[in-house]
């Protein structure tokens, strides 16, 4: 099979003929019909995230086949324990042994993928492949932060990218008002952002026309923690929906008090998946997506890298 693969950290990736994998009992061989590209995708190129398997297949967006015909997608979350404290109390994302897609277990930017079925997630009919290629991640994990934003208004979301032109959309399906926070300067993502319905745009550092009652920081960029509780509302909780980000600076205490909360989310759980992948047609969401073959990857990445994609990025094998 073709895959492009990450020998080392830091270098682009090189296209490659491998082996197709051989599932084991438990698994499901899966051929490969589209991947979303994911900031975390970066973060384990770059270096970023230490200690990668290597050689490895980077991609944890997978829509493809598996032996019957069903259609399936493969998430980030490619394995836990099922005994460890946080397994057996629903919080397997953040099981002390889990393994992750394209990062300890070979991902999607291949031909054909082997995962454990258990974390084999059906597709919802309606969408094309690439079309439901960045739910996995970018819907999945915006879902699970937007649920533990709370339900402030307006909120905030700081980085306008994949995820956060996912959320947006449930956001205002929710009936909340959402204020779309760019790198300065960057007309072109206000310019999206309010074509799906943002209230209000600009810069990271710009004072929105009210106070949020809940941001989400999508950007990787400690510095918009302090930012966010600049503006946000005592009572409200900043989420931080990365899984890799730059150092916190110093900041005042006062932009904390009044029970305002600083929060990470990590990961996602099976039932994250269901119950976002079930309500993903209900809106409906769609998903602005920029195609790239598979042997376009490091251009994918270094779009992505530069800020250049509107929506997501999504390698299809079509």
Known sequence: MRA????????????????????VPGQALVTVRACGVCRTDLHVADGDLRDPKLPLVLGHQIVGTVADGDRVGVPWLGWTCGECRYCRSGRENLCDRARFTGYQLDGGFAEYAVADERYCL?????????????????????????RHAGDGDPLGLYGFGASAHI???????????????????????????????????????DVPPEQLGAAIIFAPVG????AALRVTAKGGTVVCAGIHMSDIPAFPYELLW?????RSVANLTRRDG??????????????????YRLEQANEALSRLRAGRVRGAAVVSMG
Not at 171 to 179: D, E, I, P, W
Not at 258 to 262: A, F, L, T
Not at 281 to 289: D, F, Q, S, V
């Open 167 to 205: 959320v947006l959309q449930v956001a205002r399906h929710q009936g909340r008002r959402v204020f779309a926070f760019t790198r300065t300067g960057d007309e072109d993502a206000q310019r999206f952002a309010r074509e799906l319905g943002a209230d209000w745009t600009g810069g990271s550092d």
């Open 122 to 146: 059906p597709i919802p009919d309606g969408y094309p492949d690439e079309q439901a290629a960045p739910l996995l991640c970018a819907g999945l994990i915006g879902h699970r932060a937007l």
């Open 258 to 262: 009044g029970e305002r909360v600083v």
């Open 4 to 23: 492009m693969v990450l020998e080392e950290p830091g270098r682009p990736l090189v296209e490659r003929e491998l082996p197709p994998p051989e599932p």
């Open 274 to 291: 269901e119950e976002f992948l079930a309500l993903a047609p209900e809106i409906p969401i769609r998903t602005e997506i920029e195609l």
């Open 223 to 226: 510095e918009l923690v302090p």
